[in-house]
């Protein structure tokens, strides 16, 4: 990896195969990805990360973003300790972390920004768009919700996608959505949307979703 910032945090990880995972992560959202994604969001404020994991992400927007206070939620309360005590050790004071399902969302605090990467394919498909609208709710209008996701074209992507995230976690569903319907699944949640395709030289159909709260 080129970037300091995310050798940083892989290696705020004592577990090696946590860090693995990591390496694995950012492989596939490497540096020119996070930077594409990164451009949406607020330079100051306050963003959620739904489906945070072990905090990778969060961990690194935290880093290059000090004035933008983030905060990931995750089911997993094994990853959200690791999250928690990464931060400790990159002595991050502006990200934080609880325990909760995605599913179970229910708003709070408003936000000036969401994002969920790569979660949405493991969410099961009548869960989605109730999720989506309780995201809608935290935000103000012309409030930003970034979805990284990945496309069900072409097959050969869609595949190869698949093992790997069988690979990385074996006992997770997955549903991977079709472009157009996961737009409309949106648009009808309250969001004005709009795709940005993410060219990569792996067989992997990345979309990021740039979806404004009307």
């Known amino acids: 990896m080129r970037s300091e910032a995310v050798r940083r945090v892989i290696r705020a990880y004592d577990d090696w195969i946590v860090r693995g995972y990591c390496w694995g992560r950012f492989w596939i959202l490497r540096q020119r990805f996070l930077d594409e994604i990164g451009q949406y969001l607020p330079e100051r404020g306050r963003v959620l990360d739904l489906g945070c994991g072990f905090g990778l992400f969060s961990l690194y927007y935290a880093s290059v973003l000090p004035e933008v206070r983030l905060q990931g939620l995750d089911r997993n309360p094994r990853r959200i300790a690791m999250a928690q005590a990464a931060a400790r050790r990159l002595g991050l004071t502006n990200v934080s972390y609880d325990v909760g399902d995605v599913m179970d969302f229910r708003g709070g605090e408003r936000v000036d920004a969401v994002y969920m990467l790569d979660i949405v394919h493991h969410i099961p ?36 996608t698949h093992v790997l995230d069988k690979v990385m976690d074996p006992g997770t569903p997955v549903r991977y959505w079709d472009a157009d319907e996961l737009m409309a699944t949106l648009t009808e949640s309250g969001f004005g949307v709009r795709r940005h395709l993410m060219v990569d030289i792996l067989p992997y159909p990345h979309i990021l979703y740039i979806c404004v709260r009307q």
């Open 125 to 160: 498909a009548d869960a989605v768009r109730p999720l989506l609208e309780q995201v809608a709710k935290v935000l103000p209008a012309g409030g930003l919700l970034l979805i990284k996701d990945v496309d069900r074209t072409p097959a050969y992507k869609r595949w190869f």
